[in-house]
């Protein structure tokens, strides 16, 4: 017995020291690691690099016909006259961006105020859940959504505000069907989620000591709002208005569906037709491909639009730099003051009560009656303010499943479409299934587009995933606090902000007007498209996943002699793991739903074998096709096939929230 007991130690030192020697031999395998990652991460340099040089190269002739100044402020955009000036597009994507804003911003404060502050616990998850919702409807659904249901129903209330506020500059005048003011409308709805998810995160962070101070000194609910909280949150708020400014700066098919197409000249009022640089883009790009000079001036606003939204972006994320170190100096604040406490000396300066009002004893009666009249308007109008931020997506989802569910059949998701719609002849049988009729009443289904979808998300998911995983991992691994992981996660910060559709042009003029791959529109093509798209969303998905992996497990692997590569692929990715699939699970689900990116590069509404090699059709592309269509059983098909995208891209946003609840390291 005796003698057990001391060869058992013996015997676990010798399978020790034989598992470290065993580990210690792959460590020659970490320089080739680190190398490996490095060149992964500068490839994002070499990327960006030749993307601003592409976007430059192919509009300097533009810019040398014109001049800088003159084609980014003469308001002649005349493509018949050889006319580019880009000040009349320039000025409706600002115009349509600051009337989603003043509709948007105050919606989304009042419900992150509504969620951190005054919803009951229980209900919190649900209304910021559904809100999230919003995020994951695609562009393409909003503009069908906006153009067929939203747009005839509101156009009286249009009129109606014309004719009574026409002494307002730029109110007046005839209402047009398609005008700013209902695209502003619909990018309010699509920017609400994201300012509303930047103000949550930011209001959470205010110390509760300090609102309860504040509660204890007899300041009302509202009060306590207004004097902590607002000002706490500040810069985060600011820095999520920029973030909802430069999506909306940068949407594309939701504006073009919706903003009418007239770039003569700046319309008289909100209630006009004009165009955006998006919008133009997208509409005018098939016709540009015989006049390589209005190709040019095409890719110069498709540069402009980069430069404006880099621009909003670099200051959106410097306001939330702002706030996080204003938290930082904030906690630093909280312990000097409790350890001055604990020591027994007084709080320095006013701080925080010199902001709770403290009415005259004689009025205290009057003024208490009022600061409560306030407190339950004020808390009233934020519950209404959330109700109205919900409205849109119970509205949307309600009139896509009446009008969508109508068309949904058997034959609709086994046949492709053909006729008016179908835009080519299926004489290619796809995936050998029996040739529809032509006639215009049967228009035929999606299968074409459902497919296609899969094939094209799928080839940028299966290359762009472990690229962006691998991007992260360098930067949290080996480029934390180094000038170059810091360069590199800024070069991320500057994909993030690019809009999809310039991408799309990117891909557009580097792949298919060069014909590379024999062909000009490929499926393939879409996939480099929306890879770029994906790549700077997976990267910032894994990165914070990847830091919550406790520095324990790597400091104990490590002190046991496991490679850094071994601990990398042994602990830190497999305890990662949930969170690095909802990262890419919601990267596919926002590639799923662009449509921009598929119409530059694999065609539009088309019929023909699913060969990645040749056109593809896609579900984004098929609604976008069917919802300029003149025809009603073509718009009945854009409602199955919008009502079919939604459900696809909700099912891939719940696999991913219930994943990352799986994610959550302790």
Same mark, same amino acid.
């Given at each position: 017995m005796e003698s057990s007991t001391v060869k058992a130690p013996t015997d676990s030192g010798a399978r020790l020291r034989d598992h470290l020697a065993r580990t210690k031999t792959g460590s020659w395998l970490d320089p080739w690691v680190k190398g490996g990652l490095t060149? /992964?991460? #500068? =490839? &994002?340099f070499v990327l960006l690099a030749y993307f601003l040089i592409k976007l430059f190269v192919e509009s300097r002739p533009v810019f040398s016909a014109y001049g800088v100044w003159d084609f980014v402020f003469k308001a002649d955009w005349l493509p018949g006259q050889n006319l580019y000036g880009a000040g009349a597009l320039v000025a409706g994507t600002f115009i349509t961006a600051a009337i989603a804003l003043v509709i948007g911003v105050p919606i989304a404060v009042a419900t992150a105020l509504f969620v951190t502050e005054l919803a009951p616990v229980r209900f919190r998850g649900l209304i910021s859940g559904t809100l999230e919702l919003l995020a994951a409807v695609p562009s393409v659904v909003y503009g069908l959504w906006g153009f067929l249901f939203l747009a005839p129903k509101i156009k009286p209330i249009e009129q109606w505000f014309a004719d009574t506020f026409s002494f307002i500059p730029f109110v007046g005048g005839e209402v047009s069907g398609p005008n700013y003011f &209902?695209?502003? =409308? $619909? /990018?309010?709805?699509? +920017? $609400?989620? +994201? @300012?509303s998810? &930047?103000? !949550?995160? @930011?209001?959470?962070t205010v110390p509760q000591d300090q609102k309860e101070a504040a509660l204890a000194l007899g300041a009302t609910r509202w009060e306590m709002i207004r004097s902590t909280v607002l000002p706490y949150s500040r810069a985060g708020i600011v820095g999520g208005s920029m973030l909802g400014l430069g999506r909306a700066l940068g949407e594309t098919i939701a504006v073009a569906i919706l903003i009418g197409g007239a770039t003569s000249g700046v319309g008289d009022s909100i209630f006009s037709a004009g165009s955006t640089l998006a919008s133009v883009i997208a509409l005018e790009f098939q016709e540009a491909t015989a006049s390589p000079e209005h190709r040019a001036a095409l890719i110069g606003a498709g540069l402009l639009l980069f430069a404006v939204t880099l621009v909003i972006n670099a200051v959106a994320r410097g306001y939330i730099s702002r706030s996080e170190s204003r938290l930082v100096r904030a906690e630093k604040q909280a312990k000097a003051a409790v350890a001055a406490a604990e020591r027994g000396e007084a709080p320095k300066g006013p701080g925080l009560l010199a902001s709770i009002p403290r009415p005259h004893l004689p009025e205290l009666v009057t003024s208490l009656k009022g600061r409560q009249r306030v407190d339950v308007i004020a808390r009233r109008s934020v519950g209404a303010l959330t109700g109205v931020a919900l409205l849109p997506l119970v509205a949307l989802l309600g009139f896509l499943i009446v009008r969508g569910g109508g068309a949904i059949s058997w034959d609709f998701f086994t046949t492709d479409p053909t006729g008016a719609a179908g835009a080519v002849s299926n004489a290619n049988r796809f995936l050998g299934g029996d040739a529809a009729a032509t006639a215009t009443q049967n228009l035929g289904g999606i299968r074409s587009a459902i497919v296609g979808s899969i094939e094209v998300v #799928? +080839?940028?998911a299966i290359v762009v995933v472990p690229i962006g995983i691998a991007v992260a991992v360098y930067l949290v691994e080996y480029g934390q606090g180094t000038w170059f992981g810091n360069f590199v996660r800024y070069l991320v910060d500057v994909m993030t902000g690019v809009p999809s559709v310039v991408f799309g042009l990117f891909v557009y003029i580097s792949l298919v007007v060069s014909q590379v791959g024999g062909v000009p529109f490929a499926g393939w093509k879409a996939s480099v498209a929306l890879g770029l798209l994906m790549l700077p969303i997976v990267i910032n998905s894994s990165l914070p996943v990847l830091r919550l992996v406790p520095s324990a497990l790597r400091e104990a692997a490590l002190a046991l002699g496991v490679p850094r590569w071994k601990v990398i692929l042994r602990i830190v990715l497999p305890t990662a793991l949930p969170g690095l699939v909802t990262g890419a699970l919601l990267a596919i689900a926002r590639a799923a739903g662009e449509t921009a990116p598929i119409i530059f590069t694999a065609g539009v509404a088309t019929a023909l074998v699913g060969d990645p090699n040749g056109p593809l059709n896609t579900l984004p592309a098929q609604i976008y096709a069917d919802v300029?269509?003149?025809?009603?059983?073509?718009?009945? !098909?854009?409602? #199955?096939?919008? =009502?079919t995208l939604v459900v696809l891209i909700l099912l891939l946003s719940l696999v991913a929230r219930l994943a990352q609840r799986r994610s959550r390291i302790s």
């Open positions: 060149v /992964l991460a #500068g =490839l &994002i &209902i695209t502003g =409308l $619909i /990018l309010a709805i699509m +920017i $609400i989620p +994201i @300012v998810a &930047i103000s !949550r995160e @930011v209001m959470a #799928g +080839i940028a300029t269509a003149s025809s009603s059983a073509q718009h009945d !098909r854009a409602w #199955g096939a919008a =009502l």
